[in-house]
């Protein structure tokens, strides 16, 4: 099974949804972290993971420097590095892609996904979801999860070919864009899952609902964001600072 392949289709789909958008926007300003980056446009601010890859050369980088080179850089000169071998500039990329694409799309909700489930399905996590394991086994589930890492009680990707099949509701993370992963799972998943992708690096994008429900989150204080990121914080940190966003799949009757 190939992991990081940038040259899948649904992650060339996924710029090319960002540079409909953009007119003129440059990066107002950006801000990097151990965990995660984020970038700033007059749309708002979009985040991303710092993946193992990323934070490799962000330990030998200026990075101060680097972000103050980004300011005022064209997004047309940014966004294509999303499909390219560089890993920070990558993660830099997709955080501008989310600023795009959140500005436009999204409607402030609270559903959570564990709450469309129903009693008896097979569910299957990708991504080590730890936040909501508890809930899920307090309601009486215990989901298939796929990790990347070995943690003990998960299966790693190649095993999606026999497992996932057989699951009818299925959450995949969104960091699954940062290191891209997600094209991995995409032909195991049962053609009737009902399917989300959620978490706060989510893209809003329009042609992933064909498939898929997504959750993500807006910034509300951008400057708070960017010096937490620039302090080491993760995505949990950022929270209470952010506003939760939900797109619901698209139902077409036949």
């Keep these: 099974m190939q992991l990081g392949n940038p040259q899948h289709p649904i992650y060339s789909q996924l710029l090319h949804s960002a540079q409909e958008i953009l007119a003129d926007e440059t990066v107002q300003e950006c801000a990097i972290g151990k965990k995660c980056v984020a970038v700033a446009t007059e749309r708002g601010v979009g ?4 993946t193992d890859s ?5 330990r030998q980088t200026n990075i101060r420097a680097l972000e103050k080179r980004l300011q005022s850089c064209p997004l047309r000169l940014l966004l ?3 499909l390219q071998d560089d890993p920070l500039h990558c993660a830099l990329a997709l955080a501008a892609i989310n600023s795009l694409l959140l500005s436009v799309s999204g409607d402030p909700c609270q559903e959570k996904w564990i709450d469309s489930l129903k009693k008896g399905q097979k569910l299957a996590l990708i991504g080590h979801f730890r936040p909501l394991l508890e809930e899920l086994h307090n309601r009486g589930f215990e ?3 796929f990790e990347l890492l070995p943690l ?3 299966f790693p990707p190649e095993r999606a070919v026999d497992l996932l099949p057989l699951c009818d509701a299925v959450l995949i993370t969104g960091s699954t864009f940062a290191n891209k992963t997600i094209h991995n799972y995409l032909p195991h998943i049962h053609p009737e899952a009902d399917v989300w992708i959620s978490g ?6 329009d042609f992933l609902l064909d498939r898929f429900s997504l ?3 807006v910034v ?8 937490a990121v620039r302090t080491g914080a993760g995505m949990r940190n950022l929270k209470q600072v952010m506003c939760k966003v939900v797109r619901k799949r698209n139902q077409t009757v036949s």
Aim: with cysteine; charged share 15%.
């Design 152 to 154: 003990r009680g998960t």
């Design 80 to 82: 294509p590095h999303y």
């Design 220 to 227: 509300c204080n951008r400057q708070v964001v960017l010096e």
């Design 215 to 217: 959750g993500s989150r």
């Design 54 to 58: 990323a934070w490799k050369m962000i």
């Design 47 to 50: 985040l991303a993971f710092t």
């Design 200 to 205: 706060p690096s989510t893209p809003l994008a």
């Design 143 to 145: 989901p298939i999860i």
